[in-house]
């Protein structure tokens, strides 16, 4: 048996025989080793430590405290919390339990309803099983073995995914004591190392393999971590995550509300919309100064043109649709990008126009299943900051420079300064020809690295197959307050939509060319982002974004002529202030302005009215400072004006 290469972390290379395990190996190294070994990774996919090696490549041994054994804890918690359940409740059929982020669920073919109680009861149960510390051991059984065994069971939904398993593939089984399942792997060695840091967190409906029409199945979730200590620190952050919902938030304050007659649309009530404008004002202003023009294209738009970009093939079942009377079929549009394109062909354009940026507040509306609408993150009608750039492809990596030099600054006047660069490239499914789709990608290849450099701070990197289906695209990912990432900006490189349409310029040779069209977005969706930003700063928002950053309320009755001042000076500073003058107690204002989440109060007694001065009292805080009035309202201007307009 001929030997093979193996390359450990430290860059050592050595020979074993072929079909050597990697429990073998880690002995061969060191016994202390073997007992903490969990799994092998081999090329970064993650074997089970009794597995032969059969090829040449990189190797690490994997130790329950190592990064990569955490997915491993999540599965094997899956598998434990399977058993419990049929031991719980009898004839209840197993179906899939992926790992997910966080966490990992599975799916159950019950006859009853479970219950909340249910919940402990399981856990309890998962406890007991993982004390027993069964080994988990892998059998490859043949296709008739495992239809026949799974169906001796009842468990047909077993039956059904042995079937979909190609020929000549393996079928793999995993046993934990008597207990057993069908599954690909790995695992770790046994129940034991899964340890105590797991929770079984909710139940869910759910259908067999996400089909509406298909079987109507129970989902259990649950979280597991490598210790108790992580398990809590992530507990403790959902109940953080609960408080800052901006669900929640915004009925709080005031915002906006949602309705089954809309569903997925929101209403923004005048508070809300004055965040909503706040957020457009800002990136007009910043738009403005970099050069873009803004552009209006219509809501609906011919099905021709959405057969001519691509959208009516690869996009149609997230789409609006509409028929008139004369038999003409039109779309909502889910993007703004064709129309930008009839706006660039309108008219002859030179080399010289080049770049062209036609940026857009667009109201875009897709087609969102009903169960993943989620208040303000996902929606059926959003706006897009939309901005197109028509380039020549000499200036493709100077663009993208550039958006990502206002993207970051953008994100860090927002307070965002954690940002991670994914590089999305070809998917599956797309249009145009794989020499263009080579040439945007190594373009971008190329932008991504000189990002690296110029931005050491922020991680990069590529996910591959993710791009859209006309062009690959850089995905700028925000980590908030409590941990959380979120996917805001975007900038993706076309070289086939302006050819689909024939758009052109004229180059230096007045020859016709076709331009390159690069798509960006910065926040996104400002629905979402208003979101992000609501459960960033917990409703706390600064000042210049708040929709009322000051209200000024009065202790007595005789001093509210001179709440009346206050007020007036603050709004000739330029800062919407209101006046709450009822006949209640101060401390009742105070906790009604703070449950609103207003920034700042100005409170005016007696005495404040004859020295002209202000209590200030800050949202969050118990102190209050006394102020002379001209110096509050200095203080409070500066604040209130959005950083872009105070850097000039």
Known sequence: MSDITLIFPDGAKRAYKRGITGLELATGIAKSLAKKAVAISIDGRLSDLADPIETDGALKIITRTDAEALELIRHDCAHVMAEAVQALFPGTQVTIGPVIENGFFYDFAKAEPFVPEDLPRIEKKMHEIISKNAAFVKEVWSRDKAKDFFRAKGELFKVELVDAIPEGEDVNIYKQGEWLDLCRGPHMTSTGQIGKGFKLQRFSGSYWRGNSEGPQLQRIYGTAWATEEELAAHLKNLEEAEKRDHRKLGREMDLFHFQDDAPGTVFWHPKGWALFQKLISYMRRRCDNEGYVEVNSPQLLDRSLWETSGHW????????????????????????????????????????????????????????????????????????????????????????????????????????????????????????????????????????????????????????????????????????????????????????????????????????????????????????????????????????????????????????????????????????????????????????????????????????????????????????????????????????????VAQG
């Open 313 to 644: 093939q690869t996009y149609h079942e997230n789409m609006f649709v509409t028929q008139t009377e004369d038999e003409r079929v039109f779309a909502l549009k889910p993007m703004n990008c064709p129309g930008h394109v009839q706006i660039f062909k309108h008219g002859l354009r030179s080399y010289r126009e080049l770049p062209l940026k036609i940026a857009e507040f667009g109201i875009v509306h897709r087609y969102e299943p009903s169960g993943a609408l989620h208040g303000l993150m996902r929606v059926r009608a959003f706006t897009q900051d939309d901005a197109h750039i028509f380039c020549t492809e000499d200036q493709i990596a100077e663009q993208c420079l550039e958006i990502n030099r206002f993207m970051l600054s953008i994100y860090d006047h927002f307070g965002f300064k954690d940002i991670h660069i994914k590089l999305a490239t070809r998917p599956e499914k797309r249009v145009g020809s794989d020499d263009l789709w080579d040439k945007a990608e190594a373009a971008m290849k190329g932008v991504l690295d000189r990002m690296a450099g110029d931005h050491p701070g922020i991680k990069t990197s590529i996910s591959e197959g993710d791009g859209a289906f006309y062009g690959p695209k850089f995905e700028y990912q925000l980590r908030d307050a409590i941990g959380r990432t979120w996917q805001c900006g975007t900038t993706q490189v076309d070289f086939n939509l302006p050819a689909r349409f024939g758009a052109f310029y004229i180059d230096d040779h007045s020859d016709k060319k076709t331009p390159v069209m690069i798509h960006r977005a910065m926040f996104g969706s400002l629905e979402r982002f208003a979101g992000i930003l609501i459960e960033n700063c917990a409703g706390h928002l600064p000042l210049w974004l708040a929709p009322l950053p000051v209200v000024v309320a009065t202790i007595v009755t005789d001093a509210d002529p001179y709440g009346e001042q206050v007020a007036a000076a603050l709004r000739k500073a330029g800062i919407k202030a209101e006046t709450d003058f009822r006949n209640e107690k101060i401390n009742y204002k105070v906790r009604e302005h703070s449950l609103a989440k207003i920034p700042v109060m100005l409170v005016a007694g007696k005495r404040e009215a004859e020295e002209g001065t202000v209590s200030m009292r800050r949202l969050g805080s118990q102190d209050q400072t006394v102020m002379k009035l001209e110096d509050a309202v200095a203080m409070l201007k500066a604040e209130a004006t959005p950083p872009d």
